[in-house]
């Protein structure tokens, strides 16, 4: 007799998974209600639902989220994620890097709201970026969202992505001054990195004002979300207005000092 898997194959298909909860597209609309003409259209949103299931049954093998309930997540990760959309449109964005992307936020909502953008979902973690691959080829995305299983400081010495994005975009990934650091070589001049922060961040930022400057950059400015439940969340926009010295990023025992 051939012993059994200890468990199943992990689903590549959102068709056979359950539906969502009846008050899963309620939660998402709602938490979206606040960017007014800028929420995406009904079918758009339906695409970024396909994502969840495929979540929620991976994350019963593979700890990607710890948000467990579809609803919750319909909030606390899409909405959240697509309360950068604003700040995209307003800057014109048509590429960006997912750094730590994770189980694919903020990046995936985002590339599916902005239909005509190409984008990179970045995670070191070989299982989360599995998970990715999953998710980007269920929801057919693959002609325009790439994933990568690498660090930010190895992309950021590939000449081929060096000063090349538009934006970075990241979210719970780390203090403002290291990803400022791992994420202003990527960007171009004039490049945008987005960062997903709680209040109160004062210290923070001002922590980070001492490193921005040797590396190119400076605060443009912090927005606030208006997602029920979320109002502590806030949006810091880092402005890449020089070039970053070759030597950024460094070694991570290097980068507990500011860049000077």
């Given at each position: 007799m051939t012993a059994r898997p200890d468990r199943d194959p992990l689903p590549t298909s959102v068709s056979d998974l359950p539906p969502l909860p009846p008050g899963f597209f309620a939660?998402?609309?709602?938490?979206?209600?606040?960017?007014?003409?800028?929420?995406?259209?009904?079918?758009?949103?339906?695409?970024?639902?396909?994502?969840?299931?495929?979540?929620?049954?991976?994350?019963?093998?593979?700890?990607?989220?710890?948000?467990?309930?579809?609803?919750?997540?319909?909030?606390?990760h899409v909405a959240d994620s697509l309360a950068a959309l604003p700040v995209l449109r307003r800057a014109g964005v048509g590429e960006f890097v997912d750094i730590g992307s994770g189980a694919g936020f903020p990046g995936l909502p985002l590339a599916i709201a902005l239909p005509h953008s190409s984008a990179l979902l970045l995670d070191s973690v070989a299982k989360k970026a599995r998970f990715l691959v999953t998710a980007v080829d269920a929801l057919g995305l693959t002609d325009r969202i790439h994933v990568a299983s690498d660090r930010a400081e190895t992309l950021a010495r590939d000449p081929a992505q060096r000063d090349r994005w538009q934006a970075v975009v990241a979210r719970a990934v780390a203090g403002l001054p290291?990803?400022?650091?791992?994420?202003?070589?990527?960007?171009?001049?004039?490049?945008?990195?987005?960062?997903?922060?709680?209040?109160?961040?004062?210290?923070?930022?001002?922590?980070?004002?001492?490193?921005?400057?040797?590396?190119?950059?400076?605060?443009?400015?912090?927005?606030?979300q208006a997602i029920p439940g979320l109002e502590d969340h806030v949006l810091v926009l880092v402005e890449k207005i020089a070039a970053t010295p070759a030597r950024y990023p460094r070694e991570p025992a290097a980068r507990r000092r500011p860049a000077s």
């Open positions: 939660a998402l609309e709602n938490g979206l209600r606040p960017l007014g003409a800028h929420a995406p259209p009904p079918e758009l949103l339906a695409a970024m639902a396909d994502h969840v299931p495929l979540l929620v049954a991976w994350n019963e093998s593979i700890n990607l989220s710890g948000i467990r309930d579809p609803v919750a997540m319909a909030v606390e290291e990803l400022s650091e791992l994420a202003l070589p990527l960007l171009r001049e004039g490049g945008l990195l987005v960062a997903w922060k709680r209040r109160p961040l004062e210290a923070e930022l001002a922590e980070a004002e001492r490193w921005l400057g040797p590396l190119g950059g400076r605060i443009a400015g912090c927005e606030q």
